[in-house]
């Protein structure tokens, strides 16, 4: 079975901070994606990765970057936290690149920014 | 653009009656869509996927999913829910590089 595992399941931090979430998977897999999820908005993409040292924007980068340095490993930065990044993120992975391949999702970080 | 929509966005059930959450997709290519499921405190996790063939596919705990192309559909229903089926729901698309778009969700609550 598939482990994504992240970091923190509960993180809260100040205005300004800098922020590291973490996200570790196990199955030698290509992609990695950073969501976030809000009620009523379901999971939007930030930024994903299909190799190390690869990146790509998703649909809401403004704030964020990430990192690959590893294959399985994928960090999510907050460069400069705001309140209105208080949210719960979610780290996927997944095998290839094809549309047909499902995504596996880690517990989730509930970040709150003070 | 892509985008999926779940019109319900919290469906209150008894238990034992029947499920039925809509999705609707605009995507004019060949689609892979699948639903997931994220029970209070867990991760999301994979209830069932479609990519081609029967339009009628089933997943784990007794839900299914009906296909239609020409109504860009892909809802989600089992026959008699259950207390334990409590959880978020979402529908998403897969697409170009692996990426999914995901609709907003559906919250559903089933009283004992």
């Known amino acids: 079975d598939v482990k994504v595992t992240q970091s923190s399941r509960y993180l809260v931090k100040r205005t300004g901070e800098k922020v590291f979430l973490e996200c570790v998977q196990d199955?030698?897999?290509?992609?990695m994606f950073w969501y976030r999820q809000d009620p009523g908005l379901g999971l939007r993409l930030i930024y994903f990765s299909y190799d190390v040292k690869m990146k790509e924007k998703g649909d809401i980068p403004e704030g964020y970057s990430v990192s690959r340095e590893k294959k399985e490993r994928f960090s999510l930065i907050l460069e400069s936290a705001s309140t209105n990044q208080t949210s719960m993120y979610l780290c996927a992975s997944s095998f290839t690149r094809g549309s047909n391949q499902p995504q596996h999702f880690g517990d989730g970080t509930r970040l709150s920014i003070l | 653009a892509q985008s999926v929509s779940q019109h319900n966005h919290h469906v209150i059930l008894s238990e034992a009656a029947s499920l039925e959450l809509g999705c609707n997709y605009s995507y004019g290519g060949t689609v892979n869509l699948f639903w997931y499921v994220q029970y209070p405190g867990q991760h999301l996790q994979l209830l069932l996927k479609?990519?081609?063939?029967?339009?009628l596919v089933k997943g784990i705990k007794g839900f299914e999913a009906e296909f239609i192309k020409s109504k860009f559909s892909f809802n989600l229903r089992k026959p008699s829910v259950q207390w334990s089926d409590t959880a978020e729901y979402f529908c998403a698309v897969g697409y170009q590089g692996g990426k999914l778009i995901f609709g907003q969700g559906t919250e559903l609550s089933v009283k004992p």
């Open positions: 479609y990519f081609s063939g029967d339009p």
């Open positions: 199955m030698d897999h290509e992609n």
